[in-house]
């Protein structure tokens, strides 16, 4: 069984970095991509990375601020965050894609992916 579980989340301050986790078991061949959620908004995208890493994509929105990453040998994501904005406040999901095609497509959709974590909350105070 395929599970994702996520954690680093927390309160900080504009400006500030955190560094989100998402522990993956169940599954070695994957495409996993990082979500977010703000209060009254959809789910949107934010970085997806193919399983090699070697293709990664981001929102414009986070493009030179965020970078995902993944270490093969502990089977986990990282999504790591800096310059953050309190607009960046969201709770933040990892997805994963068991059938390895999502990061290819041009947008990050979170309907091509399959298994979700619970979810972790980033607060950034202005």
């Known amino acids: 069984q395929l599970q994702l579980v996520e954690s680093g989340g927390g309160?900080?301050?504009a400006g500030g970095s955190l560094r989100l986790s998402c522990a993956v078991s169940g599954?070695?061949?994957?495409?996993i991509g990082w979500f977010r959620q703000a209060p009254g908004k959809?789910?949107?995208g934010v970085a997806c990375a193919t399983g090699s890493g070697?293709?990664?994509?981001?929102?414009?929105?986070?493009?030179?601020?965020?970078?995902?990453?993944?270490?093969s040998a502990s089977n986990t994501v990282y999504l790591q965050m800096n310059n953050?904005?309190?607009?960046?406040?969201?709770v933040y999901y990892c997805a994963a894609d068991d059938n390895a095609y999502a990061c290819l497509l041009r947008e990050i959709t979170p309907n091509k992916y399959d298994y979700w974590g619970q979810g972790t909350q980033v607060t950034v105070s202005s």
């Open 54 to 71: 070697y293709t990664t994509r981001y929102a414009d929105s986070v493009k030179s601020r965020f970078t995902i990453s993944r270490d």
């Open 11 to 13: 309160l900080v301050q």
């Open 27 to 31: 599954v070695t061949s994957y495409h």
């Open 42 to 44: 959809e789910r949107e």
């Open 84 to 90: 953050l904005k309190p607009e960046d406040t969201a």
